[in-house]
């Protein structure tokens, strides 16, 4: 079986993690694009579509969390992981009522985002069979 | 985030100053107005007494006078009444000696000179202008002439009516009354004045036997009290009023010594949760800052490590992706302060949570060696609390003795109740904690463990926890172990399952780490 690629859109305000992560994804067959702002991300999916949103939680300006609910408005078939180098109970709280579809604590590890990435391609293989039924 | 407790103001200060001695003791404060008083009578009597004996009537002079002219008229009468001569010469030169007596001597009946102390005795026109009014008047006259002094002309008869026979002349000098009478009032008031005295001083001793002891023990307790001694009690026991207020003195000291050691233990207790709110907050800021690098490091290592063949650059990736996962450990459990608060309470098994502990613990007691008997006796077991904090204490407490027992040992575990509360009792066959060590084994980032083996925050996030839960801690150690005691309040409420803070992602503390 051919791992699809997912199209993923990568937004960070560490430039090092960025690519780093970038890079790794990419190394796995995925296509990344990778932006340091919510706002630019937000630009950048006006243009193009994405499977998956990975985004950072503390940014300055806009945060993780208002981007997942602009995303949640305008994009309701991207999905969207949260990461964070801290969670609090009260954001974390936030993000699943806004409907995350995961949340990374920072450190993570390879294992689990490749593990999440195949969860966000088998949502999206599952999705596409269902339409297909329907 | 929890809001940062009240900043802690040191302990107000009562005392305005040291309790300075008196300027003037109260004996003295009593004894000065008597001896005051005293003097002034004494000399206000005495400057009465000596005006009185100024104003003594001229009289009672002239009658001394009198009497002595008489006194010495008697002894004559005889000798002139005989013509002896001989006789009243030898007693007038007895007589001449005396220092009263001046210008002695008898003359005629007519004035005509006769005998003298010291021959015939020729009367002055003075004595003979006197001796004229004796012979008119009733045989006697007299006259000052001097202070104190009187010529004196007396004349001598046989009998009041009797023809007069002679007549003395004699220049007098009469003691000065005012000194008899001074000194008579002087001894009396000496004698007053000095009773007085005397009674003054006695006034002193039982004044001071009576009040300024007993107010000095009390001052003295009082000043020891100030300077923070508050086993200091003030003895009192005369069964007067000073011993009802040292009595309440005792009774308000032991309620101060009672604030004073609550506020203490009020205001440990305070820094201690400051201190852990503290490492909370800035936890949470640093979290942030050293997670982002830490990700990118270990992220970079493993991409690293998908295409390495090298078996030594291998081990050194797998050496950097691990102590990665360490930093990220210990960040998370620095967080697990901050974080302790916010998750909700929910009623939950207390031997359940021991068992969860224990089996957190079994694959590390397993290595070291140790057994660890958890023995659960409780028949009600409900907590009402946050079950993965109570959790991650148990673990830390279990984990400090597992790791204390490093050659092999035994842990019991004994869960019972004890006055409507769980007793949770933790005994080791460790080395035992010492006396110095016991008392700071529960303070923030105390650790007797080497560098890098952990941060000593374990025990201190047990008793923040157990603080949380209305619960305590405490620990005793000896020779053969430690030992452990967490202590919490047992709920009513049925177990409910688990509830949605726990459901929540669990990113704090892992039940395996060391702190």
């Not at chain 1, 974390?92 to 920072?106: C, H, I, N, Q, S």
């Amino acid at each position: 079986m051919v791992k699809p690629g997912l199209r993923v859109l990568l937004v960070d305000d560490d430039k090092s993690l960025l690519d780093i992560l970038a890079t790794l994804l990419e190394l796995d067959g995925h296509t990344v694009v990778k932006v340091s702002a919510a706002h630019q991300g937000l630009l950048r999916m006006r243009e193009e579509t994405f499977d998956l949103t990975l985004v950072d939680l503390k940014m300055p300006r806009t945060t993780g969390l208002d981007m997942l609910r602009a995303i949640r408005e305008e994009y309701p078939d991207t999905k969207v992981v949260i990461m964070t180098a801290y969670a609090s109970v009260n954001s974390t709280v936030e993000a699943m009522r806004l409907g995350v579809f995961d949340y990374l604590p920072k450190p993570f590890k390879l294992a689990d985002l490749r593990r999440m990435l195949e969860r966000v391609g088998e949502e999206i293989q599952a999705g596409a069979a269902g339409e297909g039924a329907a | 985030m929890a809001p940062p407790p009240p900043s802690l103001s040191p302990a107000p200060s009562i005392s305005s100053g040291r309790l300075r001695p008196p300027r003037l003791s109260i004996q003295w404060k009593i004894l000065i107005p008597v001896v005051g008083i005293v003097l002034t009578a004494f000399l206000g009597y005495a400057v009465v007494g000596l005006r009185t004996a100024e104003r003594i009537p001229l009289e009672r002079n002239y009658r001394s006078a009198g009497l002595l002219a008489a006194a010495l008229e008697r002894p004559l009468r005889a000798a002139v009444l005989h013509h002896d001569e001989a006789a009243l010469h030898a007693r007038l030169a007895e007589w001449a000696d005396l220092p009263q007596l001046k210008t002695l001597g008898v003359v005629r009946p007519t004035g005509a000179p006769w005998v003298g102390a010291h021959g015939p005795l020729k009367p002055d026109a003075d004595f003979m202008e006197l001796l004229k009014r004796a012979q008119e008047g009733p045989g006697t006259a007299a006259r000052a002439e001097g202070p104190w002094r009187y010529r004196v002309v007396k004349a001598i008869r046989a009998a009041p009516n009797a023809p007069v026979a002679g007549y003395l002349l004699a220049d007098v000098s009469v003691a000065d009354p005012r000194q008899s009478i001074t000194s008579e009032r002087a001894q009396w008031l000496l004698v007053s004045g000095g009773t007085l005295l005397l009674l003054a001083f006695a006034l002193v001793v039982v004044v001071h036997v009576l009040v300024s002891r007993p107010l000095e023990a009390l001052t003295t307790a009082m000043s020891r009290v100030e300077a923070g001694d508050y086993a200091a009690r003030a003895d009192i026991t005369s069964g007067d009023e000073l011993e009802r207020l040292s009595r309440s003195f005792n009774r308000m000291v032991e309620e101060v010594a009672h604030a004073n050691a609550e506020v203490t233990r009020a205001n440990e207790q305070l820094l201690r949760t400051e201190k852990l709110a503290s490492i909370g907050l800035l936890a949470a800021g640093v979290a942030h800052e050293i997670n982002n690098p830490v990700a990118t490091i270990s992220m970079s290592a493993e991409g690293l490590m998908e295409t390495e063949t090298s078996p030594e650059r291998r081990r050194f990736l797998h050496a950097i992706i691990e102590e990665s996962e360490r930093i990220g450990r210990i960040v998370k459990n620095l967080l697990g302060f901050e974080r302790g608060g916010h998750n909700a309470y929910a009623v939950c098994s207390l031997t359940e949570v021991l068992r969860h502990a224990e089996d957190d613990v079994r694959r590390d007691a397993n290595q070291a060696g140790v057994i660890v008997a958890l023995d659960t006796r409780l028949r009600r077991d409900r907590v009402l609390g946050q079950a993965d904090q109570l959790r991650q204490a148990f673990v830390n407490i279990m984990d400090n003795a597992i790791r204390a027992m490093e050659g092999g040992g035994r842990l019991d575990i004994l869960a019972e109740e004890r006055d409507g509360r769980a007793f949770v009792i933790f005994r080791d066959t460790g080395p035992g904690i010492s006396r110095e060590h016991q008392a700071r084994v529960f303070d923030p980032f105390f650790t007797t463990r080497e560098v890098g083996e952990g941060f000593g925050l374990g025990l201190a996030a047990c008793y923040e926890i157990m603080k949380r839960h209305g619960g305590d801690i405490s620990c005793e150690s000896d020779s053969e172990g430690a030992t452990f005691t967490v202590e919490l309040p047992l709920s009513e409420g049925a177990a409910t399952p688990p509830s949605l803070a726990e459901a929540t992602p669990n990113v704090s503390a892992g039940p395996t780490s060391s702190l």
